[in-house]
């Protein structure tokens, strides 16, 4: 047994307790005190330091994992967007117009109407929508935007385009592109910094709103088993000091029960500077985490910066090697000036010229001699050529990756990348390098529930598809890979080594019981999908008990 002294308040017993701690990896029990785990061992020795007042619960040999981080989330996009216009789900582009025609039926008469998550591939389409589409949905006074499910492009209505001030004279702004007809009029489909054009219209909410919404975020969070999180920036945002002020309310007020890394976006670099904040500042549930930079866009809006251009889905199409959101020389600029300030990078790089700019960049960097604390980072790693992989192990770069997009993104791959998938979501190959490799959901993006993202990292195939093959069977990894990316290698990417990520005497009290046995399930369960269909049962946090199943 492992022990600290004190007397418990919370014992789980009867359990299979994969604790992710070389030096104890099962266990029976499990004994909380004082947001901490006390105590790790078997029933017997750990049942007999209860005291009267200890809550005891049998678990039925349930299995006990240690509380999942995520460590990629758009936080409070996800958590607004649960009080939005959802379309994650929509399978046709009817059914999307549908959607949106029953919410601008409740809304109030000339307000926004703000949607996010279609996905033209999931209707088997290669066309985006137009303000025509939307326009016959909102009708002609109420402006509308709805993200694509990459957050990378937006479609807008005709309402929002005049609101904007956008027309046939309208330049493309720097790092956007905005989509034209023939005749060169808009055609209200919005690219990376385009859609900024229309956001800044687009009310922001309210302190009190804000802090509902990321309350019924964690709460559903919660149901998926997810303790911890690091919350991401968008390109030049200003969901970021939003977001930070939300959180020290709830945490003032003893409502944050979600350990978050908050990034911050490369544009504020000017006032960490002047406040002289640096990474880690906070505590065991708020903290300040990376410096966020984008190099690119995304791969289903077809502006992830390539080698090689996307294929052609028309003849007359001209060659798309994607789109530069940050130059070379600003980004390096930006590197250099936050680990001066004390600050490690998280970049998003998708294609993979991005991620071999990403990569010489990050080699100058530390031949310069300077290091952070905590290791530099890139977002996604999407595509990246064979002769790049290597270099994040060596030069010390967390592969923050988020396997679900593996499965959303296959049939886009296939259309665009051609035998280029083969160099898409290298999860085996990044892990096998030696790189330090975290998962997460990238949320609203995706489906932030990590049992999905385990399947697809495990099988590598969309549940409702099965028994069809893996794609890219040669990038499968195993389960006890896939949950240490979801506990310890998220919680060493975050610098939280020494506080989450295992089930280890003196850590935080944060481990979730599921519904089911995940090591007692066969090759051929897993490979029929029955990973995705795991549940917790208890979620706690800090010692207690923030989500139990009914």
Same mark, same amino acid.
């Given at each position: ?273 002047? &406040?002289? &904040? ?256 795991? &549940? ?15």
């Amino acid at each position: 047994m492992q022990q600290l002294s004190c007397t418990p308040t919370l014992i789980l017993h009867n359990a299979r307790i994969y604790t992710q701690d070389a030096s104890l990896p099962w266990a029976q029990a499990v004994a909380m005190a004082d947001g901490r785990i006390l105590a790790v061992g078997d029933d017997d020795e750990l049942l007999a330091l209860a005291g009267a007042a200890t809550e005891r619960i049998d678990v039925g040999g349930r299995l006990v994992l240690p509380g999942l981080c995520d460590a990629h989330i758009h936080l409070s996009h996800y958590a607004l967007g649960l009080r939005e216009v959802r379309l994650a789900d929509t399978r046709s582009r009817g059914e999307m117009l549908d959607r949106i025609r029953e919410a601008t039926a409740r809304a109030a008469p000339g307000a926004w109407i703000v949607g996010q998550g279609w996905n033209e591939s999931r209707w088997g389409d290669t066309d985006f929508p137009t303000a025509a589409e939307i326009d016959a949905a909102t009708g002609a006074d109420s402006p509308a935007i709805f993200y694509r499910s990459d957050m990378h492009s937006a479609v807008v209505n005709s309402a929002a385009l005049r609101l904007a001030g956008i027309t046939a004279g309208t330049p493309n702004p720097p790092g956007g592109v905005i989509d034209r007809d023939a005749s060169g009029q808009p055609t209200g489909f919005l690219r990376e910094l385009a859609i900024d054009l229309v956001s800044q219209h687009v009310p922001p909410p309210t302190p009190a709103e804000h802090d509902a919404a990321l309350q019924a975020g964690m709460a559903a969070l919660h149901k998926l088993g997810v303790t911890a999180v690091h919350a991401q920036r968008v390109k030049d945002g200003d969901d970021g000091p939003r977001e930070w002020a939300s959180l020290l309310r709830l945490r003032e007020a003893g409502k944050l029960h979600l350990r978050v890394a908050c990034n911050v976006a490369a544009h504020e670099l000017g006032h960490l500077a002047g &406040l002289g &904040l640096r990474a880690g500042f906070g505590d065991d549930n708020l903290r300040l985490g990376h410096v966020k930079v984008f190099t690119d866009g995304s791969l289903g809006s077809r502006t992830a910066w390539l080698l090689a251009p996307f294929v052609k889905l028309s003849p007359d199409e001209a060659d798309n090697y994607g789109v530069s959101v940050t130059p070379p020389a600003q980004m390096a600029a930006e590197f250099r000036r936050a680990v001066e300030l004390g600050f490690p990078i998280s970049v998003h790089a998708i294609g993979d010229r991005a991620n071999r700019v990403c990569l010489d960049i990050f080699e100058e960097l530390a031949s310069s001699g300077l290091a952070p604390s905590i290791p530099h980072r890139i977002e996604h790693v999407q595509i990246i050529d064979p002769a790049d992989l290597p270099r994040l192990a060596q030069l010390g770069i967390t592969a923050s990756v988020q396997p679900i997009h593996a499965t959303d993104d296959m049939d886009t791959a296939d259309l665009f990348l051609g035998e280029r998938g083969a160099h898409m979501y290298n999860f085996r190959s990044l892990m096998e390098s030696g790189a330090l490799v975290a998962f997460g959901s990238d949320a609203p993006v995706a489906d932030p529930n990590p049992f999905l993202g385990i399947h697809a990292a495990l099988v590598r195939q969309r549940v409702e598809r099965l028994p069809a093959p893996p794609w890219y069977a040669g990038e499968c990894i195993t389960l006890a890979q896939a949950i240490e990316a979801y506990t310890l290698g998220a919680a060493r990417a975050a610098g939280w080594e020494r506080t989450i990520g295992s089930i280890t005497p003196g850590k935080r009290g944060d481990l979730i019981v599921l519904d089911r046995d995940l090591f007692a399930l066969t090759p051929e369960e897993i490979s029929a999908g029955a990973v995705a269909q795991a &549940l917790p049962a208890l979620t706690i946090f800090d010692g207690r008990i923030v989500y139990r199943r009914e």
